[in-house]
């Protein structure tokens, strides 16, 4: 008999800014209260979050999607896709993917992409082509 995972999936509402800046700066980056709660309320971005048993945050995933010519249809990035250090390799990142995905089903996406940092490529990476996703062979540039 398998038991239940020991967290939950469930949306991102406002009072998960703390926690989610907590966890992008286990990674080295700076979030702020503003963003998470735009993010939150913006119609065409989604924040889900992976919640221990006492609802603590513990991970989370922030998915955009926009209509794309190239593509005919609406397609969806995965900006961020985070999972704190101690509830790393206990299919919380698994999980939190596989959401990702059924929402971009329902919303109809010709092309999911994932936005990996080259610096997270060590665990990133591998993780993403485990879960079946290929390299896309894009150059991103920034301004």
Same mark, same amino acid.
């Given at each position: 008999?398998?038991?239940?995972?020991?967290?939950?999936?469930?949306?991102?509402?406002?009072?998960?800014?703390?926690?989610?800046?907590?966890?992008?700066?286990?990674?080295?980056?700076?979030?702020?209260?503003?963003?998470?709660? /735009?993010?939150?309320?913006?119609?065409?971005? %989604? @924040?889900?979050?992976? #919640?221990?048993?006492?609802? &603590? $945050?513990? +991970?989370?995933?922030?998915?955009?999607?926009?209509?794309?010519?190239?593509?005919?249809?609406?397609?969806?990035?995965?900006?961020?896709?985070?999972?704190?250090?101690? /509830?790393?390799?206990?299919?919380?990142?698994? %999980? @939190?993917?596989?959401? #990702?995905?059924?929402?971009? &089903? $329902?919303? +109809?996406?010709?092309?999911?992409?994932?936005?990996?940092?080259?610096?997270?490529?060590?665990?990133?990476?591998?993780?993403?082509?485990?879960?079946?996703?290929?390299?896309?062979?894009?150059?991103?540039?920034?301004?």
């Amino acid at each position: 008999m398998s038991q239940a995972p020991a967290f939950k999936i469930r949306p991102g509402r406002r009072g998960d800014s703390e926690p989610v800046k907590a966890l992008l700066a286990e990674l080295g980056f700076q979030g702020d209260s503003a963003t998470v709660t /735009w993010i939150v309320s913006h119609p065409e971005m %989604e @924040l889900m979050v992976a #919640a221990d048993g006492f609802d &603590k $945050v513990i +991970g989370f995933v922030a998915l955009s999607h926009r209509p794309n010519l190239r593509h005919g249809g609406r397609i969806a990035t995965i900006d961020e896709l985070v999972v704190g250090k101690a /509830w790393r390799r206990k299919g919380v990142g698994r %999980e @939190l993917l596989k959401r #990702a995905l059924e929402r971009a &089903k $329902v919303l +109809g996406v010709k092309r999911l992409e994932v936005q990996s940092l080259e610096a997270n490529g060590e665990e990133g990476a591998p993780f993403l082509k485990a879960c079946g996703m290929a390299e896309a062979g894009l150059h991103v540039f920034k301004l």
